[in-house]
T-cell receptor
Framework: DAKTTQPPSMDCAEGRAANLPCNHS???????VYWYRQIHSQGPQYIIH???NNETNEMASLIITEDRKSSTLILPHATLRDTAVYYCIARDDKIIFGKGTRLHILP | EPEVTQTPSHQVTQMGQEVILRCVPISNHLYFYWYRQILGQKVEFLVSFYNNEISEKSEIFDDQFSVERPDGSNFTLKIRSTKLEDSAMYFC????????????FGPGTRLLVL
């Protein structure tokens, strides 16, 4: 799995869009970009994934650059319940978790 | 929406005792996994399991660990002789058709070895 780089922490005001960046400059052609989050000590929760195209679901949007070397997870209207550690993973088999980004949603 | 479930949610045991952690994967999923997370550290892959066999295991998954699918619904992780350093959250996950597919995680079992 390709290594990913994420900022260790970010703040976002409640109700605003949270934009979480991720660099994966060594990603290979068959590796997907996955995003999970972990709220406190709960199990990692799947958010979204993509290969080349931008993706959107009920939780978030994923924007992948054309060269696939970086991506951004967008939570369109952050709430206090979105406070969590967000993991960006470039993978084609088992998941290797990094340290992620600790997102704080500020009231 | 189908979920992975795990029991117990908490387990306290004495060092040297055997523990069995149980998981019920999502019903039509064929691939199963165990991960662990020591307090304050990263989530670490332990083992993947398919067709009643281990398909991959990490260096952490040594001889004291074993996995089993004893029936059509449960997937278990056994730790034969627990050590203090086995204290961690243990997460089960499952995916539908392959390790490259989306893995869905359970809520975890918090294991404390005294």
């Amino acid at each position: 799995d390709a290594k990913t780089t994420q900022p260790p922490s970010m703040d976002c005001a409640e109700g605003r869009a949270a934009n979480l960046p991720c660099n994966h400059s060594t990603i290979s052609g068959n590796e997907y970009v996955y995003w999970y989050r972990q709220i406190h000590s709960q199990g990692p929760q799947y958010i979204i994934h993509g290969l080349k195209n931008n993706e959107t679901n009920e939780m978030a949007s994923l924007i992948i650059t054309e060269d696939r070397k970086s991506s951004t997870l967008i939570l369109p209207h952050a709430t206090l319940r979105d406070t969590a550690v967000y993991y960006c993973i470039a993978r084609d088999d088992k998941i290797i978790f990094g340290k992620g980004t600790r997102l704080h949603i500020l009231p | 929406e189908p979920e992975v479930t795990q029991t117990p949610s908490h387990q306290v045991t004495q060092m040297g005792q055997e523990v069995i952690l149980r998981c019920v994967p999502i019903s039509n999923h064929l691939y199963f996994y165990w991960y662990r997370q020591i307090l304050g550290q990263k989530v670490e892959f332990l083992v993947s399991f398919y067709n009643n066999e281990i398909s991959e295991k990490s260096e952490i998954f040594d001889d004291q660990f074993s996995v089993e699918r004893p029936d059509g619904s449960n997937f278990t992780l056994k730790i034969r002789s627990t050590k203090l350093e086995d204290s961690a959250m243990y997460f089960c996950a499952s995916s539908k058709r392959g390790v490259q597919e989306t893995q869905y995680f359970g809520p975890g079992t918090r294991l404390l070895v005294l």
